[in-house]
């Protein structure tokens, strides 16, 4: 499916550009020395609204929590997310993240690196297991999924900078489902796949506000 998903963020004028990955959930930093970076985190699950059966829809998932941003170099970032479920699922979900993110020429950048997800077992349920009552409607085996790695992958992005108000981006993220949630019969009977590609591409707007009071 194809998601409009706008994102914005803040900085003092002058100071340098903030990097965002397209894996990062919606943050803000309460604390950022440069090198160590936490606050509040959080991220939306969109309803699942299966082709296959609607006994294996999911309402929306509403996520809460924190993350921490380590750059361990200049041009080398790792990031953890810890977030809880409300609403479709109500588990814990980490996300874990590294990124390269190097100049290639003044105007071009160009960030990727390696990604995974744990899952609890209250979080993975709604979306893989499938109860008797879902089996009977949809024809799939029943299946219980408990929580452990959901997936591995990596994810790369170019950003274009045209000048300081206008700039640019596009990204392809790969998932590999793992475990339990790549031997579930949504994934394996219900015309699913254990490759998961997410693509995008953006444009970026800057511009100054004055009189804020920060």
Known sequence: MVVPIPYFDMRRAGS???????????????????VF???????????????????????????????????????????????????GSTGLTANFSVDAVLPLSAALTWSGGPRARAVTAATEGPYFSVTPVQSSASGLSVFNAGGGWQS????????????????????????????????SPIVTEAGGSSNQ??????????????????
């Open 16 to 34: 340098p550009e903030a990097f965002h990955s397209p894996h990062d959930s919606p943050s803000i930093a309460l604390y950022d020395n440069g």
């Open 197 to 214: 590609w997410t693509t995008g591409i953006g444009v970026i707007y800057s511009f100054g506000l004055n009189g804020l009071p920060f």
């Open 37 to 87: 970076a936490a606050g509040p985190v959080a991220s939306l699950i969109f309803p699942r609204r299966h082709a296959f059966n609607p006994a294996l829809d999911v309402s929306a998932t509403y996520q809460l929590g924190a993350y921490f941003d380590y750059w361990a170099m200049p041009w080398l970032r790792g990031r953890v997310e810890a977030l809880q479920g409300f609403g």
């Open 152 to 183: 591995v992958g990596a994810g790369t992005q170019l950003k274009y900078r045209f000048n300081r108000v206008w700039a640019s981006y596009g990204f392809v993220e790969y998932d590999k489902l793992i475990g339990a949630t790549a031997s």
